[in-house]
């Protein structure tokens, strides 16, 4: 059952406890508010502003799930706080570990100061979580993908658009990265896990996989330097840092180029393309 009084008053006391550059949010000079304003938060958490008051108000509808996972990015509560939040609106907190998607608070924060930056916060599966502005400019919107798609590795054989953007003398390196990689998972998380079930998906529905698949390859990691090839600003060399965050199997992809590269005139054009798209 829902504690709409204990849900009011914990969304309240962590939307008061951030600060506007604690999520990436200027602060401005006008600023009264302690903590972040309502509908700050709301834009966070990808609902609207009544709604979330609402719920601050100890008033409307049991909120789902997935609005509760996304109240939790939102206000960039711990794993723990998270399953709190879940208790007092009467919902069993979700499973963690290997299918978690609930990103940490410290990964987001340096996610959130990342801006101009191509980064991405990604699972053991290659699922994306969260995009910089400047990485869906980079290879577009990956967070929209639902089931299977979810996965680069899976779109990567069951969809020929995910090769677009990649240098095509890379293209068999990375099918066997991909196969060796979801392999890997696959022995480490056991027949039962999501990893074994997107392998038997590509078994059954791709040739190319099959015959990756049955070379056995293990650790083959990605190259640091990785080649896109943009639609608007053409070849691009960026090297990619990868932290990772090992209690949830998520890592933080940044990419970058070096100073005075022709790759860096060409990803400080698209910092201006992918802005004129967002206004």
Same mark, same amino acid.
């Given at each position: 059952?829902?504690?709409?009084?204990?849900?009011?008053?914990?969304?309240?006391?962590?939307?008061?406890?951030?600060?506007?550059?604690?999520?990436?949010?200027?602060?401005?000079?006008?600023?009264?508010?302690? /903590?972040?304003?309502?509908?700050?938060?709301?834009?966070?958490?990808?609902?609207?502003?009544?709604?979330?008051?609402?719920?601050?108000?100890?008033?409307?509808?049991?909120?789902?799930?997935?609005?509760?996972?996304?109240?939790?990015?939102?206000?960039?509560?711990?794993?723990?706080?998270?399953?709190?939040?879940?208790?007092?609106?009467?919902?069993?907190?979700?499973?963690?570990?290997?299918?978690?998607?609930?990103?940490?608070?410290?990964?987001?924060?340096?996610?959130?100061?990342?801006?101009?930056?191509?980064?991405?916060?990604?699972?053991?599966?290659?699922?994306?979580?969260?995009?910089?502005?400047?990485?869906?400019?980079?290879?577009?919107?990956?967070?929209?993908?639902?089931?299977?798609?979810?996965?680069? /590795?899976?779109?990567?054989?069951?969809?020929?658009?995910?090769?677009?953007?990649?240098?095509?003398?890379?293209?068999?390196?990375?099918?066997?990265?991909?196969?060796?990689?979801?392999?890997?998972?696959?022995?480490?998380?056991?027949?039962?896990?999501?990893?074994?079930?997107?392998?038997?998906?590509?078994?059954?529905?791709?040739?190319?996989?099959?015959?990756?698949?049955?070379?056995?390859?293990?650790?083959?990691?990605?190259?640091?330097?990785?080649?896109?090839?943009?639609?608007?600003?053409?070849?691009?060399?960026?090297?990619?840092?990868?932290?990772?965050?090992?209690?949830?199997?998520?890592?933080?992809?940044?990419?970058?180029?070096?100073?005075?590269?022709?790759?860096?005139?060409?990803?400080?054009?698209?910092?201006?393309?992918?802005?004129?798209?967002?206004?």
């Amino acid at each position: 059952m829902i504690d709409r009084a204990g849900l009011a008053e914990f969304l309240r006391g962590r939307r008061e406890a951030l600060q506007p550059e604690d999520v990436g949010l200027p602060r401005g000079p006008r600023r009264r508010t302690s /903590g972040l304003r309502r509908e700050e938060v709301a834009a966070l958490c990808h609902m609207s502003t009544d709604y979330y008051s609402r719920l601050e108000q100890e008033r409307g509808p049991q909120p789902s799930p997935q609005m509760l996972a996304s109240i939790a990015l939102g206000l960039h509560l711990s794993i723990d706080e998270r399953d709190h939040l879940f208790r007092l609106a009467g919902h069993n907190p979700p499973a963690r570990g290997e299918v978690s998607t609930h990103i940490s608070p410290g990964l987001l924060r340096i996610l959130d100061r990342l801006s101009d930056t191509p980064a991405e916060i990604v699972t053991e599966l290659g699922e994306t979580l969260r995009q910089t502005p400047m990485a869906v400019a980079l290879t577009g919107d990956a967070t929209s993908y639902t089931g299977p798609d979810r996965s680069v /590795g899976y779109r990567w054989f069951m969809d020929p658009s995910a090769r677009h953007r990649y240098a095509p003398e890379e293209h068999a390196f990375l099918s066997r990265m991909y196969a060796s990689g979801l392999r890997e998972i696959v022995t480490l998380r056991g027949p039962d896990s999501r990893a074994a079930w997107l392998a038997g998906l590509l078994l059954e529905r791709s040739d190319e996989f099959r015959r990756v698949w049955d070379d056995h390859e293990i650790g083959i990691r990605p190259h640091e330097v990785k080649h896109f090839i943009h639609p608007e600003v053409g070849a691009l060399e960026l090297t990619c840092q990868r932290l990772i965050d090992p209690d949830q199997g998520h890592s933080l992809l940044v990419y970058t180029a070096i100073p005075g590269s022709e790759s860096h005139d060409r990803l400080s054009l698209l910092a201006v393309i992918g802005a004129q798209a967002l206004g």
